[in-house]
């Protein structure tokens, strides 16, 4: 059968240990230099050179729940802390770039909308319009406490504080300025002279009102090559599943198996039905690590002598970390069930029960499951075979997961890239020439299509244009008392 391109995104953080805890220990791993911008762009430019269509950027802005009875444990082991403003970073590689999509996480927790959709307005006039927003509401309890917040939000108020956040950016990149606002011609005259910079008549305030924003406007960028960047999201709840399906144009799974893949996608997919677009609307992207040998014994034998690196208890404090539960001190051979689960927790736990054999699973356990439900080991042709497997399923690309930097990737594109070329599971290097947006990259053109709630903005705020609410010389003076 003939094969669809998969969409090839690198999954990157500003920091030491992302996913994979441990392993920058490893004589090879360089992440440590996260501070070095050397290091991204050496990397980065590799990624493009070789195809990948993205650079995604996670980011946090907290630290995870207690672990071991504080966080001292998360500064020893460098989980996610420190941890740099990956929206600089990016400022940064646009620079030096010419074709890779750049990608970061941002949560409406972190910035106030009117602010943030200037600097993405900016970047993605810098980028030439390669700049793609993950959407977060942000889970850890810290975060918010460093914005001001008392604690964690209810789940539903953050997906509805996310919707608002949503809603001021849209109004601002798709409402504010029309298309051929800018003119920036130095000789065109009017009724007030000479030069026209901007049509006021074609540039409007937006008057959000909301109940946590009031943005007057108008946008302070003219629109962009994309206006609204391209937007993922990654959440997995029924509330998180909708606004997938109302506004993501990808989301990012971490499903652990194919099955959970190929459901969740179907099921976001039908849902996109109910807002107005259709499943073609919406891509899904997910997560993997590889492990690859030019034998099966190979590439076992890599796989647990990666293993027998990575620190346990720094894998077990992120995923018990994420769900609010400290269980440092406890033996590793603990049975999850002796635990004492929050609400949030039960879920994903009874998750990982369900996925072993005979339902018991131990915080050792936890931690083979957070290195390796996502990992394909094996030769190019059996992880090639795999992918194929994840694309019958429903998954349109990976977000392709590092032990190490530059070494995962650079065997990667070395050994998996051709295999994957061969059998059309990724473009040629012919079609990595061209300059596009990222957005035209992934559907084939650079601006929202009609279906998606943000285009419904466009002219929709002429009434309030700088040009419609001018005070007539005559009004204004007779005010004036002249």
């Not at 039905?273 to 014994?297: A, H, M, N, Y």
């Amino acid at each position: 059968m003939s094969r669809q391109p998969l969409i090839l995104s690198a999954f990157l953080m500003n920091t030491t240990s992302h996913i994979i805890g441990g392993a920058w220990r490893r004589p090879d791993a360089e992440q440590h230099r996260f501070n070095e911008l050397p290091h991204w762009v050496s990397l980065v430019q590799k990624l493009e050179a070789a195809g990948f269509d993205i650079a995604f950027f996670a980011d946090v802005v907290g630290l995870y729940g207690d672990h071991e009875g504080g966080w001292a444990s998360h500064v020893r082991k460098g989980l996610q802390i420190p941890s740099n403003d990956p929206l600089v970073l990016i400022s940064a590689l646009a620079a030096v770039t010419d074709r890779i999509g750049l990608a970061l996480t941002s949560s409406v927790i972190q910035a106030h909308p009117f602010n943030f959709a200037r600097q993405i307005s900016t970047l993605d006039h810098l980028s030439g319009g390669r700049v793609g927003w993950n959407v977060v509401t942000n889970s850890q309890e810290n975060a918010h406490r460093n914005f001001g917040g008392e604690g964690l939000a209810k789940h539903d108020d953050r997906y509805s504080w996310a919707e608002e956040y949503l809603d001021v950016c849209y109004k601002l990149w798709e409402g504010s300025w029309e298309d051929d606002a800018l003119v920036q011609d130095k000789t065109r005259q009017h009724d007030r002279g000479q030069g026209l910079h901007a049509d006021p008549a074609k540039v409007a305030k937006i008057h959000h009102q909301g109940d946590r924003y009031r943005v007057e406007g108008p946008h302070l960028s003219a629109p962009s090559p994309q206006r609204t960047p391209f937007l993922f999201q990654a959440g997995s709840s029924q509330r998180g599943r909708d606004v997938a399906a109302q506004h993501a144009e990808a989301t990012f799974s971490m499903a652990p198996r194919r099955d959970i893949a190929a459901e969740h996608a179907r099921d976001v997919k039908e849902r996109t039905r109910k807002f107005g677009r259709g499943p073609e609307d919406l891509k899904f992207i997910q997560g993997l690590s590889f492990v690859i040998g030019s034998t099966e014994e190979e590439a076992q034998a890599k796989a647990k002598e990666l293993d027998e690196s990575i620190d346990d208890h720094a894998l077990i404090a992120h995923t018990a970390g994420s769900l609010g539960i400290d269980v440092g001190h406890l033996p590793i051979d603990t049975p999850l069930e002796e635990l004492e689960h929050t609400e949030q927790a039960q879920g994903h736990l009874s998750e990982i029960k369900r996925m072993a054999p005979n339902g018991k699973v131990t915080l050792r356990d936890l931690a083979q499951f957070r290195a390796q439900s996502t990992r394909v080991t094996g030769t190019p042709e059996q992880i090639a075979d795999a992918l194929e497997t994840w694309q019958d399923a429903g998954i349109d690309g990976i977000n392709v997961m590092n032990s190490t930097i530059p070494g995962s990737y650079d065997e990667f594109i070395q050994h998996l890239l051709p295999e994957l070329r061969g059998r059309g599971l990724a473009r040629s290097a012919d079609e990595e020439s061209g300059k596009r947006t990222l957005r035209g990259r992934l559907t084939g053109s650079d601006r929202l299509p009609v279906t998606h709630p943000a285009a419904g903005y466009c002219r929709a705020f002429t009434d309030s244009s700088a040009e419609a609410t001018e005070i007539p010389a005559e009004e204004f003076l007779k005010a004036k008392g002249f």
